[in-house]
Structure formats: structure tokens, C-alpha cells
């Protein structure tokens, strides 16, 4: 990788400590790392690689902290479209059971794709189910053919029905398999450095799927390795009962009493997290991925996401799996979330600058990355920009930014992630977005239908 400059932005928005937002700006980059920001009068005049963002709005790349790719082949599926969480689960887990290696790279792919072409350079996955002899290695060689920065969470499932689970006894694992795989996974694939590409996680699925000694087990093995710790907490009410019932704690309670909690820790949902829960996640640092549409969808309420912010709670965003959510549009996640706190609060519970703060730097925090998240000398070179003369801007220049979260967008103009140029004008150049399609459908037919 040389350099590259990148100048004339209609608006650059750099999301740094003093949240400056240039006109006329731009970034000067030497391989994956930023360099210089600044209006484009300050920065160097050549480098390898010109790009002029003329008639752009350009801004850190987006991140997003949660996200199920597998997901993706079970869109819209009828007997799932009006569940709740429990039902909706119920409905799918026999459908999951039928995934092949092949499903799982293909679906990454088609995953990251969309993320990708909605402003987001960085994302987690949650891949909780193994079965016919699905690894996480499937999606991890896929990020890596399609280049997105990605922290691959080694998720897992142990508590089947006839133990008092959610999931069907066909669909989990056993704890000592579950452990050595995550282990191995770790070794074989973590890079702790600045800029990784590549990070690990261990993600048992959630207090309902898993045991209390493997919740434990897994932080044991987490520190130890130095990698952070994932898992859905609190997404609705039968989700808190479920923990009251059986633990005789609430969520948050029970998360303290296994120490998952921490800055190395975040939740997916917290729809339900009550105030002494909001309070210990502030106090601790623990982190919060938020997924307004899946909550929507679910109908499983509104995260109090106003409030865990004014204390100081970690809070990003996530698209959560596509079939909870059925789509992959990180952009219009910030736009939910923005709608639907005000909503539930109040018409200035959110702001749009807020909502993109969150998207970003919120969305670094949670995955406890400092590299990320902020356009700034020393940070990854993971820069977006979205064409601000299209349809879904017009009449919103009086302020571009705010349009950004209050307009409906279509794809970005151009994404780069470290230091590489994944869509140009528009086009996905890692992949042939038809083919890949096309074969995703084939595939999701297979295992929706069996056939």
C-alpha cells in the first residue's frame, strides 16, 4: 500500500475529540494508517492515489457490534414473521439445524457485502450454531476473501430442552467441545495489534441457551487470552423472567455474578435492563450493542439507550440477524435508533450527530478498540463517503450531516478499509455481487425448504 489523498469533500466529517466537520476537507493516508486531516489547503498536494470528493460527505467508516450472518438464508420466513423472541427462535432453531459450511461462507459474504455498501468498515458476528460440520473458520476465510475488518465471536449453545433450554437438544454442543474449540479458534486466529483485521471473541449465546458454568468457564478462558466476552442480555421480558425464574436474579445481576461485566464485556439488546443494571454497566464500563429494527421487529421494546448514555454506558449499534431484522443497512440503524428514542422519550431524546456517534466511535468502544471509530492522524484508514446529489438528499443540504441519520440513503459512493479501496463508485470490487446472490438464494431454498 502507498499513499493516498483524498480531497475537495463537500463536508468531511471526522468524528475526533473536537467532533470538527470540514468543508472542503480531506485525509491524507500512508498505507493503513491516517496520516493528516484537514481542509484540503493544509494537506500534501500529490500522493500515490487521488481521490476527489467533490460533492461527498465523507466520514469514518461505520461499526457494527452485533450481527447473526447465517442469518441472511432465513429472511421473512412466514412461520417466524409474527413472533415474539422465544416463539420466533422456537420457529427457526430446526431450520438453523440444517446449515452447511458452505451456507455460512456464502451468507458471511452476502452479510458483509451489505454492511459494507451502508457505510460500514468494521463488524462483529455472532455464529452460536455448528452443526453438519459448520466451523467458524467458514466465515472467517470469507471476511477475509472480501476484506472487512471483522471480530469473529465463537459463540455456542449447551443448554438444550431436556435441560430446561430454549434451543432443541439437536442444536447444542457439549461444553468441553465448545471450550477447546474456542481455544483453538483463539490461537489460531486472534491479532491482539492495532489495526487487527482479525479478532476473537468468546460468545456463549445468551443465559437461556447456555449454563451458569459455562458462562463462567468462558470468561476464565476470555481473560486469560486477553479477548473480550459477548452475549445477548436482556432483549424482552420473558428473556428477564427466564433469569428471575432460574437464577433468581435479574439479568444484570446474574452478568455481575459470572464477571461479565467490564470493558471487555458487551450485551446484546439490554431492551429490559433495568436502572441498577444501567447504573453497573456505567460504573464498569460494560458495553451495549443496540438493535433498534430487531427490537422493533420482535416487539420487544425500546432500549432505554437515552439514559444508559447520560450514565455513561458504552452504547453501538447493530443490525442484528437478518432474520430479525432482514436487513443489513447499518446507516438506517442509526436512523432507527434515533427515531425510536424519540419515540419513547421524547422528541430531543436523540440527536442526529448522536445517532452517528454511536455508529462510530460508540460502536469502537464496545469492541474496545481505540484504532477505530474516528477520522484522526494515527488511526485505521477505514473512510467512507456518500454522494450527497442523490435522491435521498435532495432538498436536505441546508444541513448534509443531519441528513446523513434523518434521510433515507441508498449505498456509499466509495468505502476504504485499511488503506484498501473495497467499493468504488459504487461497485463492491471484491466480488460479483450477481453471482453471489444468485447463490445465496440457491442455498437459502435448500435450508428452508429441505430440498
Known amino acids: 500500500m502507498g499513499t493516498l489523498l483524498i480531497r475537495n469533500a463537500a463536508i468531511l466529517v471526522t468524528m475526533d475529540k473536537d467532533r470538527r466537520e470540514i468543508p472542503g476537507g480531506g485525509v491524507y493516508c500512508d498505507g493503513n494508517r491516517i496520516v493528516h486531516v484537514g481542509p484540503t489547503e493544509e494537506l500534501p498536494s500529490s500522493a500515490d492515489e487521488v481521490i476527489d470528493a467533490a460533492g461527498q460527505i465523507v466520514l469514518p467508516g461505520l461499526v457494527n457490534t452485533h450481527h447473526h450472518m447465517y442469518q441472511s ?136 441457551s447456555v449454563t451458569t458454568g459455562l458462562m463462567e468457564e468462558s470468561a476464565r478462558l476470555a481473560r486469560h487470552y486477553g479477548v473480550s466476552l459477548h452475549t445477548h442480555l436482556a432483549e424482552n421480558v420473558n428473556d428477564v423472567a427466564f433469569s428471575r425464574e432460574r437464577f433468581g436474579q435479574s439479568p444484570a445481576e446474574y452478568a455481575e455474578s459470572l464477571g461479565w461485566i467490564g470493558p471487555d464485556v458487551w450485551h ?39 439514559q444508559m448514555r447520560c450514565e455513561g454506558v458504552p452504547v453501538g449499534l447493530g443490525v442484528d440477524g437478518s432474520a430479525s431484522n432482514d436487513a443489513g443497512h447499518l446507516l438506517g440503524e442509526a436512523r432507527q ?54 435522491i435521498g438528499m435532495a432538498g436536505a443540504l441546508h444541513d448534509p450531516v443531519a441528513a446523513l441519520i434523518f434521510c433515507a440513503l441508498g449505498s456509499v459512493s466509495w468505502s ?14 471484491p466480488l460479483e455481487l450477481p453471482m453471489l446472490v444468485e447463490r445465496h438464494n440457491v442455498l437459502s431454498r435448500q435450508l428452508v425448504h429441505g430440498s
Open 416 to 429: 476504504m478499509i485499511n488503506g484498501q479501496i473495497i467499493v468504488k463508485n459504487g461497485h463492491l470490487l
Open 337 to 390: 435508533a434515533m427515531l425510536l428514542q424519540r419515540v419513547g422519550f421524547g422528541p430531543a431524546a436523540m440527536t442526529a450527530r448522536q445517532a452517528l456517534e454511536m455508529a462510530t466511535l460508540g460502536g469502537a468502544q464496545v469492541l474496545h478498540r481505540d484504532d477505530i471509530g474516528q477520522l484522526a492522524p494515527g488511526m485505521a484508514a477505514d473512510i467512507v463517503a456518500f454522494d450527497i446529489d442523490q
Open 268 to 306: 446484546a439488546h439490554c431492551v429490559q435492563l433495568d436502572e441498577p443494571g444501567i447504573r453497573l454497566f456505567a460504573r464498569t464500563g460494560t458495553g451495549v450493542a443496540h438493535c433498534p429494527c430487531s427490537n422493533m421487529r420482535l416487539a420487544s421494546g425500546i432500549a432505554p439507550v437515552r
Open 73 to 208: 438464508l432465513t429472511r421473512v420466513v412466514p412461520a417466524a414473521q409474527d413472533a415474539e423472541l422465544f416463539g420466533w427462535l422456537k420457529a427457526l432453531y430446526p431450520i438453523w439445524a440444517r446449515l452447511t459450511p458452505e451456507m455460512i461462507a456464502v451468507s458471511t459474504q452476502t452479510a458483509m457485502a451489505e454492511l459494507i455498501l451502508s457505510g460500514c468498515t468494521t463488524t462483529s458476528d455472532h455464529l452460536y450454531i455448528y452443526p453438519n460440520g459448520c466451523r467458524l473458520d467458514d466465515a472467517i476465510e470469507a471476511a477475509q476473501a472480501i476484506g472487512m475488518r471483522f471480530h469473529a465471536s465463537r459463540g455456542s449453545m449447551s443448554l438444550g430442552v431436556s435441560l430446561g433450554g430454549l434451543p432443541p437438544d439437536s442444536c447444542v454442543e457439549s461444553e468441553p467441545a465448545i471450550l477447546a474449540d474456542t481455544q483453538r479458534l483463539i490461537e489460531t486466529y486472534h491479532d491482539p495489534e492495532r489495526f487487527s483485521m482479525l479478532r476473537l471473541v468468546v460468545a456463549p449465546c445468551s443465559p437461556f
